[in-house]
């Protein structure tokens, strides 16, 4: 039995926070010198929001988190850690917690921040750190906030790996000792296709002062779309056996289906996998694109203010990230 399922939690807040700019189908059309239509016909892209200026990745997560917290009720101090569970950083060197703790007012407080990186399925793996942290008594209150910001490495000669993507932010406050129980949580990851969603440049491999020309080019986002989907899809069926064995629950018992919003051909073979899957999934993409780690949290969000997590209900967040990764939890509300 995993730790995290003795303890009672409550979700207590939700926020989501997007950039001032939309970016409307069309004008993805007219930046890719494709007819009006072309976007939204191949990609079933409506719209998604891009940052600009200050909208850097920290300052929208504390307007997320700040969000989630006045939806708890509660004061940025009130917390025991904070997480930030992002898919790119704002810069490699301090993490993006401490930029939020700061944004938040609580830079000198003391209060754990930290990061968590799984790139898409980073959410997944900070509420489990959270409610594992939880179960052994080290915090009773935390909040953690997902941001990313897509469109900072984006090459439009690659329609795939590009249009797809937007910007945003999500946030959850999360209290021990309450009615809702993780009855399942299982991340799975396959590093032989590692080379199929690449940001290279950022860390220590690529250095520009060896390779300025390359430095520059591999930070650009590179994904091969159709192996990432081979990749994953292959091993989905089995995953999502074991998630729900180790749950106890058989697939009709789930009542809302929460994915990482990846593209519109991952979602549709997504509730294509399960009976009755169209009705019970929630799909944001046609109007906010992938938002890498933030997608997840951000239909989380949507779903609770839809009222699709009642108490009593069960929810199934699943997706899949580079690594290759497949990740995925079963909550009851």
């Not at 997902?146 to 932010?169: H, K, N, R, T, Y």
């Given at each position: ?69 006045a939806d708890a009720n509660w004061h940025a101090d009130d917390i025991d850690v904070l997480i930030s569970a992002c898919g790119v950083m704002e810069q490699p060197i301090p993490g993006n917690a ?236």
């Amino acid at each position: 039995m995993i730790p995290n399922r003795g303890i009672g939690f409550r979700l207590a807040g939700s926020g989501a926070a997007l950039p001032g700019t939309a970016i409307r189908s069309v004008e993805l059309d007219a930046l890719m010198s494709r007819a009006p239509g072309w976007t939204e016909r191949h990609f079933a892209i409506a719209n998604r929001y891009w940052a600009h200026g200050d909208e850097t990745s920290s300052a929208l997560g504390a307007v997320a988190g700040s969000s989630a917290l006045a939806d708890a009720n509660w004061h940025a101090d009130d917390i025991d850690v904070l997480i930030s569970a992002c898919g790119v950083m704002e810069q490699p060197i301090p993490g993006n917690a401490p930029l939020i703790q700061s944004r938040l007012g609580i830079g000198a407080s003391g209060i754990a921040a930290f990061d968590v990186n799984a790139t898409c399925l980073s959410f997944i793996v900070a509420l489990d750190t959270l409610l594992t942290g939880m179960a052994v008594g080290k915090w009773r209150r935390g909040l953690i906030v997902s941001v990313d910001i897509a469109s900072a490495a984006l090459d439009f000669d690659q329609p795939e790996a590009s249009v797809i993507f937007g910007d945003g932010a999500a946030a959850v406050a999360i209290e021990a000792d309450g009615p809702s129980r993780l009855l399942g949580c299982r991340l799975a990851t396959y590093g032989d296709g590692s080379d199929l969603c690449q940001l290279e440049s950022g860390g220590t491999r690529m250095r520009p002062d060896h390779d300025l020309d390359g430095f520059l080019e591999a930070a650009k986002f590179r994904m091969d779309g159709p192996g990432l989907f081979a990749a994953t899809a292959k091993r989905f069926p089995r995953f999502l056996r074991d998630l729900l064995a180790d749950s106890g629950l058989g697939i009709e018992a789930i009542d809302t289906i929460v994915p990482h919003q990846a593209s519109a051909p991952a979602l549709e073979h997504l509730k294509r996998s399960v009976p009755g899957g169209h009705a019970r999934t929630l799909d944001i993409f046609r109007d906010h694109g992938n938002q890498i780690a933030a997608g997840m949290p951000h239909a989380l969000h949507v779903a609770r203010q839809r009222g699709l997590t009642p108490a009593d209900s069960h929810t199934l967040l699943i997706g899949t990230s580079a690594g290759v990764s497949l990740g995925g939890a079963v909550i009851r509300w």
